[in-house]
C-alpha cells in the first residue's frame, strides 16, 4: 500500500534556530500533501495545504514566515520551522494524498519536535 | 463551518468487551467519513471509511455505518482486545473537495486484561 515517510522522526534543537521536516511519498505521487500539528492529547490541527509547484495555503493564525512549507516535487514536502521557540514543541504529522488510489490519505509517522 | 465531534474520553473497557465511540458531524454537502487509529508516538493510520450515507467501513472487527439522517459515524467493536488500546479520531473530507481532513478531538481508549 501507499507509504509516506517522515523524517526526523525526533528532534532537538535550540531557541533560534531552524528544523526541517521532511515527508516522501515513496511509492505513489502526491499531488497534494497536508501538515498538521498535534498538541498534547488533542486534536490534529490542519497548519498548510501544499501542492507540487505551487505555494502552500495556510489555515488561518499560523504563521507563514514561521512555518516554511516547500512542496518541489510530486514526492516530498518540507516543513521548516523558522527561529524555533519552545512553545513550537508539538508533534507534526504530514499527511499526502495518493491520486492513484482515489485520493486517499496517508499519513506520516509523525516528527516529534522539541524546543530547549 | 464544518465539524466533527467525538465522545469525551478515555474510555476504558475490560477485555472481550463491547465498544462504542460515538461521532457527530456537521457539514454543509455530503462528506466521506473516516476512523483513524493512533497508537503511542505514532502517526495516524486509517481504520475505515465511509464514503456515502448507508455505507458501512469495517475492518480488524471495527465498524461503523455512515447514517445521514443523524449525522453520525459512530465506531463498533463486538470484543476489544488489549491492543485495541490507542487514541481513535473521526473525521471528514472537506466536502468542498480541497482535500482537507477535519478531525474530532480523538478518544483514547485503553482496554484492560
Known amino acids: 500500500g501507499a507509504v509516506v515517510s517522515q523524517h526526523p522522526s525526533r528532534v532537538i534543537c535550540k531557541s533560534g534556530t531552524s528544523v526541517k521536516i521532511e515527508c516522501r511519498s515513496l511509492?505513489?505521487?502526491?499531488?497534494?500533501m497536508f501538515w498538521y500539528r498535534q498538541f498534547p492529547k488533542k486534536s490534529l490541527m490542519l497548519m498548510a495545504t501544499?501542492?507540487?509547484?505551487?505555494?502552500?495555503?495556510?489555515e488561518q493564525g499560523v504563521e507563514k514566515d514561521k512555518f516554511l512549507i516547500n512542496h518541489a516535487s510530486l514526492t516530498l514536502s518540507t516543513l521548516t520551522v523558522t527561529s524555533a521557540h519552545p512553545e513550537d514543541s508539538s508533534f507534526y504529522i504530514c499527511?499526502?494524498?495518493?491520486?492513484?488510489?482515489?485520493?486517499?490519505?496517508?499519513f506520516g509517522s509523525g516528527t516529534r519536535l522539541t524546543v530547549v | 463551518g464544518d465539524s466533527v465531534t467525538q465522545m469525551e474520553g478515555p474510555v476504558t473497557l475490560s477485555e472481550e468487551a463491547f465498544l462504542t465511540i460515538n461521532c457527530t458531524y456537521t457539514?454543509?454537502?455530503?462528506?466521506?467519513l473516516f476512523w483513524y487509529v493512533q497508537y503511542p508516538g505514532e502517526g495516524l493510520q486509517l481504520l475505515l471509511k465511509?464514503?456515502?450515507?448507508?455505507d458501512k467501513g469495517s475492518n480488524k472487527g471495527f465498524e461503523a455505518t455512515y447514517r445521514k439522517e443523524t449525522t453520525s459515524f459512530h465506531l463498533e467493536k463486538g470484543s476489544v482486545q488489549v491492543s485495541d488500546s490507542a487514541v481513535y479520531f473521526c473525521?471528514?473530507?472537506?466536502?468542498?473537495?480541497?482535500?482537507?481532513?477535519?478531525f474530532g478531538q480523538g478518544t483514547t481508549l485503553q482496554v484492560k486484561p
Open positions: 457539514a454543509t454537502g455530503y462528506p466521506s
Open positions: 501544499s501542492n507540487e509547484g505551487s505555494k502552500a495555503t495556510y
Open positions: 499527511s499526502a494524498r495518493d491520486r492513484g488510489q482515489g485520493y486517499g490519505y496517508t
Open positions: 511509492d505513489f505521487q502526491a499531488t497534494t
Open positions: 473525521a471528514l473530507s472537506d466536502p468542498g473537495n480541497t482535500g482537507k481532513l477535519i
Open positions: 465511509a464514503t456515502k450515507a448507508d
